[in-house]
Protein backbone atom coordinates (compact mmCIF):
# COMPACT_ATOMS: atom_id res chain seq x y z
CA UNK A 1 0.00 0.00 0.00
CA UNK A 2 1.16 3.47 -0.83
CA UNK A 3 0.80 6.19 1.60
CA UNK A 4 0.58 10.03 0.16
CA UNK A 5 0.04 12.78 1.58
CA UNK A 6 -0.62 16.43 0.65
CA UNK A 7 -0.72 19.16 3.11
CA UNK A 8 -3.49 22.46 2.50
CA UNK A 9 -3.15 24.52 5.56
CA UNK A 10 -3.97 23.10 8.69
CA UNK A 11 -5.59 19.85 6.93
CA UNK A 12 -3.80 17.01 6.05
CA UNK A 13 -5.02 14.77 2.88
CA UNK A 14 -3.95 11.00 2.98
CA UNK A 15 -4.12 9.85 0.19
CA UNK A 16 -3.81 5.84 0.09
CA UNK A 17 -3.14 3.52 -2.99
CA UNK A 18 -3.59 -0.42 -2.94
CA UNK A 19 -5.95 -2.40 -0.50
CA UNK A 20 -6.17 -2.87 2.72
CA UNK A 21 -5.31 -6.17 3.93
CA UNK A 22 -3.71 -5.85 7.23
CA UNK A 23 -0.02 -6.17 8.23
CA UNK A 24 2.05 -5.19 6.44
CA UNK A 25 -0.31 -2.90 4.14
CA UNK A 26 -1.37 -0.72 6.84
CA UNK A 27 1.89 -0.42 8.70
CA UNK A 28 2.83 2.56 6.43
CA UNK A 29 -0.83 4.19 6.98
CA UNK A 30 -0.53 3.52 10.70
CA UNK A 31 2.22 4.75 11.39
CA UNK A 32 1.90 8.10 8.96
CA UNK A 33 -0.93 9.20 11.55
CA UNK A 34 1.12 8.52 14.49
CA UNK A 35 3.53 10.73 12.90
CA UNK A 36 0.56 13.74 12.19
CA UNK A 37 -0.30 13.42 15.67
CA UNK A 38 2.65 13.76 17.57
CA UNK A 39 3.44 17.05 15.33
CA UNK A 40 0.00 18.35 16.29
CA UNK A 41 -1.46 17.87 12.84
CA UNK A 42 -5.05 16.63 13.84
CA UNK A 43 -7.70 17.57 11.04
CA UNK A 44 -7.02 14.37 8.46
CA UNK A 45 -8.87 13.81 5.42
CA UNK A 46 -8.33 10.02 4.24
CA UNK A 47 -8.77 9.92 0.36
CA UNK A 48 -9.71 5.96 -0.46
CA UNK A 49 -10.05 6.27 -4.11
CA UNK A 50 -7.18 4.00 -4.48
CA UNK A 51 -8.58 1.49 -2.27
CA UNK A 52 -10.74 -0.77 -3.92
CA UNK A 53 -10.76 -3.24 -1.31
CA UNK A 54 -9.99 -3.91 2.17
CA UNK A 55 -11.14 -6.74 5.20
CA UNK A 56 -11.56 -6.53 8.67
CA UNK A 57 -8.18 -5.94 9.51
CA UNK A 58 -7.65 -2.79 7.19
CA UNK A 59 -11.68 -1.61 8.87
CA UNK A 60 -8.96 -1.79 12.13
CA UNK A 61 -6.47 -0.19 11.26
CA UNK A 62 -9.04 2.71 10.06
CA UNK A 63 -11.11 2.46 13.67
CA UNK A 64 -7.70 2.59 15.13
CA UNK A 65 -6.58 5.86 13.63
CA UNK A 66 -9.92 7.34 13.91
CA UNK A 67 -9.97 6.48 17.64
CA UNK A 68 -6.35 7.95 18.15
CA UNK A 69 -7.45 11.32 16.16
CA UNK A 70 -10.03 11.70 18.20
CA UNK A 71 -8.39 10.96 21.68
CA UNK A 72 -5.91 14.05 20.28
CA UNK A 73 -8.85 16.07 19.68
CA UNK A 74 -8.78 16.19 15.95
CA UNK A 75 -11.04 15.04 13.28
CA UNK A 76 -10.73 12.31 10.68
CA UNK A 77 -12.89 12.15 7.48
CA UNK A 78 -13.03 9.57 4.62
CA UNK A 79 -13.50 11.07 1.10
CA UNK A 80 -13.54 9.53 -2.90
CA UNK A 81 -14.80 5.60 -1.48
CA UNK A 82 -14.69 3.36 -3.71
CA UNK A 83 -18.40 1.29 -4.60
CA UNK A 84 -16.89 -1.94 -2.99
CA UNK A 85 -15.06 0.00 -0.04
CA UNK A 86 -18.74 1.88 0.35
CA UNK A 87 -20.88 -1.71 0.71
CA UNK A 88 -18.38 -3.02 3.07
CA UNK A 89 -18.75 0.25 5.67
CA UNK A 90 -22.50 -0.10 4.72
CA UNK A 91 -22.59 -3.50 5.71
CA UNK A 92 -20.62 -3.30 9.09
CA UNK A 93 -22.54 -0.21 9.64
CA UNK A 94 -19.43 2.09 10.05
CA UNK A 95 -21.24 4.32 7.39
CA UNK A 96 -22.63 5.88 10.34
CA UNK A 97 -19.12 6.31 11.91
CA UNK A 98 -17.25 8.01 10.03
CA UNK A 99 -18.33 11.64 8.31
CA UNK A 100 -17.91 10.78 4.42
CA UNK A 101 -17.68 13.10 1.39
CA UNK A 102 -17.87 12.95 -2.07
CA UNK A 103 -14.72 15.32 -3.15
CA UNK A 104 -12.08 16.40 -1.25
CA UNK A 105 -12.74 20.12 -1.72
CA UNK A 106 -16.40 18.74 0.36
CA UNK A 107 -14.54 17.79 3.04
CA UNK A 108 -12.04 20.75 3.30
CA UNK A 109 -14.78 22.89 3.37
CA UNK A 110 -16.56 20.52 6.25
CA UNK A 111 -13.04 20.43 8.31
CA UNK A 112 -12.15 24.72 7.94
Known sequence: MRVQDELRGDIVIIK???D???EPDTAAFR???RELLEKGMVKIILDLSGVKWMNSLGLGALISAFTSVKNHNGDMVITNVTKKVESLFMITQLIKVFKHYDTVDEAIAALE
Do not use: A, R, V
Request: glycine share 22%; hydrophobic share 45%.
Open 16 to 18: LKG
Open 31 to 33: EKI
Open 20 to 22: MMG
